[in-house]
Each structure stands twice: as structure tokens, then as C-alpha cells.
């Protein structure tokens, strides 16, 4: 059975740092792409980063260069740093598996087949 369970939302001052986890299990980890989406009260969800199978990284603009995607194969774990933090970064963040994305579908939901439960980042101004 596939699972993926995120952690480490909260809630942070804005300008402050948080990271996510990602815990994967019920497949072959390498195999598959992992994106994180976010989804704000009253917004539909929107992706944010993702890493292929290969290991190459995808960023929506908003978040280039203050959010850092990783992976640790030996742990089945993805992370999502995210650095200086807006109150727009504000949403409940999801992990999310696919095995058909690449660089020009990361960004869409379709080809994601597993979903986590999602965790809660709240930024304050």
C-alpha cells in the first residue's frame, strides 16, 4: 500500500524558515517523481516543487530561490526547505507521487496518483 505522510508545517514569523518531510512507502522509491503542492483557503491547489525520479528539481516561480527540494533514498524521503517565508506562503502543503511527469507536467495535478494527508504552514506578518 502506497502512503505518504507529511510533517513539519507550523506556524513562523514571516521571513523565517521551515522544513517539510515527505515519508514514503508501499513503492520502489527511485522510481517515482514526488511534488509538493500547496492549497490556500479559497485557492485551488497549486504546485510548487518537484523531484523526478533522476533527480532533477522543478520550482514554480514564486518560490525560486527561497524553496529547496531534496531527496534522501536511504530514509524513502523527500524535504522541502523553505526559506524566507511570506504570509502568502500560507497554506496547507501536500506531498504527492507520480511516475509520469517530466519537466514541462510536474506543475499538474493529473499525473499524480498518491496524495498525503497534507500539513499546515501558517506564516504570520
Known amino acids: 500500500e502506497v502512503q505518504l505522510v507529511e510533517s513539519g508545517g507550523g506556524l513562523v514569523q514571516a521571513g523565517g524558515s521551515l522544513t517539510l518531510s515527505c515519508a514514503a512507502s508501499g513503492f520502489t522509491f527511485d522510481d517515482y517523481a514526488i511534488g509538493w503542492f500547496r492549497q490556500a483557503p479559497g485557492k485551488a491547489r497549486e504546485a510548487v516543487s518537484c523531484i523526478s525520479s533522476d533527480g532533477n528539481t522543478y520550482y514554480v516561480d514564486s518560490v525560486k530561490g527561497r524553496f529547496t527540494i531534496s531527496s534522501d533514498g536511504a530514509k524513502n524521503t523527500v524535504y522541502l526547505q523553505m526559506n524566507s517565508l511570506t504570509p502568502e506562503d500560507t497554506a496547507v502543503y501536500y506531498c504527492?507521487?507520480?511516475?509520469?511527469?517530466?519537466?514541462?507536467?510536474?506543475?499538474?495535478?493529473?499525473?499524480?496518483?498518491?496524495w498525503g494527508q497534507g500539513t499546515q504552514v501558517t506564516v504570520s506578518s
Open positions: 504527492a507521487l507520480s511516475d509520469k511527469v517530466d519537466g514541462t507536467s510536474w506543475h499538474w495535478r493529473i499525473p499524480y496518483d498518491y
